[in-house]
């Protein structure tokens, strides 16, 4: 009896550690829309929950381009887009289990377009360091380091793209940081000089360009956002090497931003409870 209960407290540790492997996918909508946050099922592209508007305290809503876990923290970034000049350009930090937003600060990244709209963070993503990069929506697909505290956004080095279509950014656990800065561009980014190296012309499921891309442990996810007025979406895997893409199915209208949830390490007491479990079966055995 004792032997069976002390194998159902190991069983029941392993379950616990188990359960937090499991990332959850979040999604947020712009393209030229309002601002919703999603989660999402990672296996299909299907919505699970609709968590609500991306709202502030006074009402106003921020469409989100992009998403970003700290991978410490654990806290939701998202960088808001331009279709609102209240809301333009801006880093935000976002309560995920209602929406709420709070402002942080505008990138003043520096380009803008002939109107005069500021370029915003096409995407974003952290290193396992905790600094944050983003891609810019106007004046080429330049890759930015972030401030976490100010929001302002410093250019790393020039791509020599002239122009954004998409813009998914994300960083491998080793760091190697992937992008797909156009509709037909799928490559890597140097982190010091923010050299861009093309791998492939991805396959599109809906055409248009892969707006946002995250790393779900060793697996790179890609949202192809479609062109208007459908603005159809599809969740994809990426391969790392070729780029071949393999379709998982279609998402929510509009969506333009993904992040997976930061996955905790087992924490240390987990780990002595699960070496004390064991050390006590091997002097069972003794």
Avoid at 65 to 88: E, K, Q
Avoid at 121 to 141: E, W, Y
Avoid at 239 to 257: E, F, H, K, R
């Amino acid at each position: 009896m004792k032997k069976f209960l002390t194998f159902v407290c190991t069983l029941s540790v392993f379950a616990g550690l188990g359960r937090a492997e499991a990332a959850t996918l979040y999604g947020a909508s712009a393209a030229g829309g309002p601002g919703q946050l999603y989660v999402i099922d990672a296996a299909t592209g299907a919505m699970i929950q609709n968590v609500g508007p991306l709202n502030d305290s006074l009402g106003a809503n921020y469409p989100v381009t992009g998403l970003a876990f700290h991978p410490t923290t654990g806290l939701l970034y998202g960088s808001t887009g331009n279709s609102d000049p209240a809301a333009a350009a801006k880093l935000i930090s976002i309560n995920p289990l209602s929406g709420f937003v709070t402002v942080i600060g505008s990138f003043n990244a520096g380009p803008v377009n002939s109107s005069g709209t500021p370029s915003t963070m096409a995407d974003l993503a952290f290193d396992s360091a905790g600094n944050l990069f983003g891609v810019g929506s106007i004046g080429g697909p330049q890759l930015y380091s972030i401030n976490l505290l100010t929001g302002q956004a410093t250019v790393i080095g020039s791509t020599g793209l002239t122009s954004t279509s998409g813009g998914g950014l994300a960083i491998s656990a080793g760091g190697t940081i992937y992008g797909t800065p156009t509709s037909t561009r799928f490559g890597t980014y140097n982190p010091g000089t923010g050299a861009y190296v093309n791998i492939t012309n991805p396959t599109k499921p809906v055409g248009g360009a892969y707006a946002a891309l995250d790393f779900n442990g060793g697996v790179l996810y890609g949202l192809d956002l479609g062109p208007g007025p459908a603005l159809a979406t599809h969740l994809v895997t990426f391969d790392l090497t070729t780029g071949a893409v393999t379709d998982l199915g279609a998402s929510i209208s509009a969506l333009d931003a993904i992040a997976f949830t930061v996955v905790p390490e087992p924490s240390s007491m987990a780990l002595l409870a699960i070496a004390g479990v064991l050390l006590g079966l091997r002097r069972k055995k003794l």
